[in-house]
């Protein structure tokens, strides 16, 4: 016997009908649900998750076409198929028109029905994709190549590709703009999920009462905006790898159910009472020392440990100045896809490896990118990286710090110039400002408006 394994909900009021059909899509591999009218169609409907429903158009109380309207608000995935008798043609045509995937005239062979339901499965499948792509599509851009030579960096590089084959979760942390996010990628690539979906949250960006919603997904009804049923991320990545991005951000409230389905595959939606299952390799990634906030109680220590598994630590740009270089060069080719490649003079390559780069490789992306659009002719000079004007004037190394720090200035002299200064650096956007600051947005806003920071008018 086949193991397919997927859900099929018939519904049919002849006894003998849906006992058959059980009968067959067993012996087929399929797991199969049954029941005899329109109200327990829609009551399973509600509490679990199907690929497929065979609906009878005529059955006592609720019949076929209610059960299709109640799937067209709730289950936007479930296919249905609508089994009829030769007399209701014109109601199955009417079924189509209300999303039911097709329809089959009663008496059917096994043979018909078996491939209806196939391609229906397909369909199915191609819908989840869909929704996979959305996700990927907004979370990629561009390319994906992976610059850098330094060891540090080989090191990393090196065990990740040792782990990409397992199942085991891996944690990446350092510090913002490092490659957090591109590493998780090349696990993903390199691991035997690589055809199955890859989904990615970015626990940071999203509202805590809306988190749970967005991992486990929700029953219509659960709250006000809940106005239909909606499948969760874990739900979507089933059978492949979840990325949580900014791990670190999950409130406490919801590490408990994140823990359990890390431990047992198990979640419920939101609203809604059945254990569900799914199946990911989950990567986190965090630029927090996730141990301190263990300490300040704000994240829970056994969750810290099913999370971390295998750890990566990125290192930082300034950490591997020897790559600089090469990943300006890269950013530019990046950047000037079709029109003339520009190169970098030596007194920008050397500005370049001077500064600290406390935004790391995606700062250098910015200044890079905008140097190359606003620098005229073919090679990008050292003015033309709009680099904070210590590193341009001192010639020296800009590690040491401020050097009025000799002088004893006020801690929040030093704090307002630092805020300026990575500001200006990423044109004052304020949300990279903050990541690179590692300081809310809102605090960000607040010191912003205590130091009373202008945005310089070039
Ligand atoms: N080694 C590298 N080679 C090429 N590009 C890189 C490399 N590291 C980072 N980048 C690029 O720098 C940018 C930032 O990287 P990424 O988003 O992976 O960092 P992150 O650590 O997730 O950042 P954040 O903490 O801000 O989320 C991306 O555009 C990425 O493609
Ligand atoms: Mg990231």
Redesign the pocket.
Known sequence: MKVKGEHILISDDEIGLRESLHDLLTMEGYNVTVTANGIEAINKLQAEQFDIALLDIKMPKIDGIEVLRYMQQNCPFTQPIMLTGIVDVKLAVEAIRLGAYDYITKPYSSDDLLKVISRALERKNLLMQNEVMKTELQRL?GT?????DASS?KKVLRLAAKIAPTESSVMIC??????????ANFIYKNSLRAEQPFVALNCASIPDSLIESELFGHEKGAFTDAVRQKQGLVEIANGGTLFL??VGDISLSIQPKLLRFIQEGEYRRVGGNTVLHSDVRIIS?T?KRLENEVTAGKFREDLLYRLNVITID?PSLKERKE?IPK?AQ?FIQKKMKTRVKKTLSSEAIDMLTRYDWPG???EL?NVIERAAILSHGDVIEAKDLALPSRVLSMGGSSDDGDSRVGKLVPMKDVEREHYLKVLNTLNWNKSQAA?VLGVSLKTLYTKIQQYQLKERTA
């Open positions: 851009s994906s190549e992976i610059i850098g960096f350092g510090h913002s703009g490092t490659g957090k996010e591109l590493i991005d900014e990634a630029n990125l790559d990943l890269w790391n490789v995606r992306e990541k």
